[in-house]
């Protein structure tokens, strides 16, 4: 039990990673605060934390929003009287495609929920992880270890997370509190399964084929899985990293070696 009763916040939680952050947290013995702008995914979400006997408190939030954000902390706080880890994940996907072709007001929307969202969250929740001494946790992604095409405006705004999160690691360091990133690969998942089916339809070929040729260059053969992602989150917001901040752990299954 990595994380017995501290309480983590979760933003972004959605059918696949999100949901896995918020529940092998609480497997691990947190209570969690859920943030997400669907309100039916928090409902789902919350009553697998409680099946697992741990506390789940839900707030519908745009994390863009300056009102939202305020109320999520002013919820977390008061229901639990204390956050120890703040996950950011809330995600917002720019435009595809050539840097001279994307429509800036998609760009800018990207940076608003992944990068200013991210830290809108980690600055109004610094007095009480300053409090807990506790940890922030951004999700970043592997597309700031390459830059094919059509990805660039993804790698900006991830790019710019990790920066921000190797800053506010140096600025809170000195009130124990570890800002930390990780970058997952290609994460098995929803969102991933219908844009294989999506390359598989246009080329005429099985999901399965676009899959093992995608994983055929990564070392264990194999996409990560939500879990497995999040359990890297858990290590580090758990007392085992309590040693480390101003990082990136790389959770690709060796497609990118850093």
Request: hydrophobic share 45%; glycine share 8%.
């Amino acid at each position: 039990m990595l994380l017995q009763d501290k309480v983590v916040v979760v933003s972004g939680i959605g059918p696949g990673l999100g949901r896995s952050i918020a529940v092998q947290c609480a497997a691990q013995g947190a209570d969690i605060v859920l943030a997400a702008r669907t309100e039916s995914r928090l409902t789902e979400v919350a009553k697998e934390v409680t099946d697992l006997g741990r506390r789940a408190v839900t707030v519908p939030a745009d994390i863009s929003s300056d009102e939202d954000a305020a109320r999520l902390v002013q919820t977390a706080v008061e229901s639990f009287g204390r956050v120890d880890a703040l996950v950011n994940n809330a995600f917002a996907m720019p435009p595809m495609g050539d840097l001279d072709a994307i429509p800036f007001d998609g760009v800018r929307q990207g940076f608003e929920t992944n990068v200013l969202g991210a830290l809108r969250l980690t600055n109004l929740f610094r007095p009480a992880l300053t409090a807990s001494r506790g940890s922030v946790v951004m999700v970043s992604s592997m597309v700031i270890r390459h830059s094919k095409p059509t990805f660039g405006a993804y790698k900006m705004t991830k790019s710019a997370l990790l920066a921000m999160a190797q800053s506010l690691a140096t600025e809170l360091g000195p009130q124990g509190v570890r800002v930390n990133t990780v970058a997952p690969g290609y994460i098995w998942a929803d969102n991933v399964k219908f844009y294989f089916s999506y390359l598989a339809k246009e080329r005429g070929v099985t999901p399965q084929q676009v899959y093992d040729e995608v994983a055929a260059d990564i070392d264990l053969r194999k996409l990560p899985e939500p879990d497995e992602v999040a359990d890297a989150i858990v290590f580090l917001v758990s007392d085992l990293a309590r040693a480390i901040t101003g990082q990136c752990l790389d959770v690709n299954g060796g497609e990118y070696h850093h």
